[in-house]
């Protein structure tokens, strides 16, 4: 993570596993990046989402700011994912899922910013739930060295991400289309041997054809990694409004 050290606890009551987050000691020095750790987990914690990480508490001591959430029995998604293809079902399951926590989370004007594999989590009986809404993001945009500078893998960032632009809910849209696109083929949407080189592939390089026996996928991918955010399905309820129609017929 670089941003925070992570331990595992339990509850003296139950003995229910949870995380315990804790703030590296030089981010604590930087008000403005402490001020939103904090506001972004107050917000968090009012959002009583199924699809989103409980939060149990969060505080701020001396020299640390702390979180403390639940533990995922099932790992994340970059796990499940072992460098392979899912199941198209299992990959639009899933998929459906997150469509439904970015429904929860952009409701109360949230965006996550920072969707990848390893912020989805999957608790014992395999629900979807996401983690770690950008803080790392946050932090590190609060004083570029250089303007525009991109830290952190741009491999799931959205065209307007890679510009610097202000983002909206759409940019979520896009890093979920991204990673559709990575649970149904297995492969990366970009690749490139530089951070710089997967950024400008979000910015110039159409989405891939998918192979035929994955095509009726073709024109929900296509809308959700258009590179012009107007052209893109413009919130949470649209793609899963299209799931509903397209694959779930008769359900």
């Not at 099932?74 to 293809?85: E, I, P, Q, S, V």
């Not at 491999?155 to 696109?181: F, K, N, W």
């Not at 998918?210 to 012009?228: I, S, T, V």
């Amino acid at each position: 993570e670089g941003m925070s050290r992570v331990y595992l606890a339990s509850r003296e009551s139950d003995d229910e596993p949870l995380v315990v987050k804790i703030l590296r000691g030089e981010v604590m020095k930087d008000k403005r990046a402490l001020s939103r750790f904090i506001e972004e987990y107050n917000l968090i914690e009012r959002i009583h989402s199924p699809h989103v990480a409980r939060i149990h508490g969060h505080g701020v001591s001396e020299d640390n700011a702390y979180l403390v959430m639940e533990f995922f029995d099932g790992g994340d998604l970059n796990k499940r994912l072992a460098g392979k293809a899912l199941p198209p079902e299992e990959a639009l399951r899933i998929f459906r899922e997150l469509m439904f926590a970015l429904g929860d989370i952009h409701e109360q004007g949230i965006l996550h910013r920072d969707l990848k594999p390893q912020n989805l989590m999957f608790r014992a009986d395999g629900s979807l739930a996401i983690v770690d809404f950008g803080i790392a993001k946050h932090v590190d945009s609060v004083d570029q060295t250089n303007k525009g500078e991109i830290l952190g893998t741009p491999r799931y960032m959205s065209p307007e991400q890679v510009q610097g632009r202000a983002l909206d809910l759409r940019t979520d849209i896009y890093s979920a289309g991204v990673l559709l696109y990575q649970m149904i083929t297995g492969e990366h949407l970009y690749g490139g041997e530089t951070a710089v080189e997967v950024a400008l592939h979000h910015l110039n390089t159409p989405a891939p054809t998918l192979p035929q026996r994955l095509e009726r996928y073709q024109h929900l991918l296509d809308k959700l990694l258009e590179k012009d955010r107007d052209a893109r399905y413009r919130n949470a309820d649209e793609v899963i409004g299209y799931l509903s129609r397209k694959f779930y017929q008769g359900h």
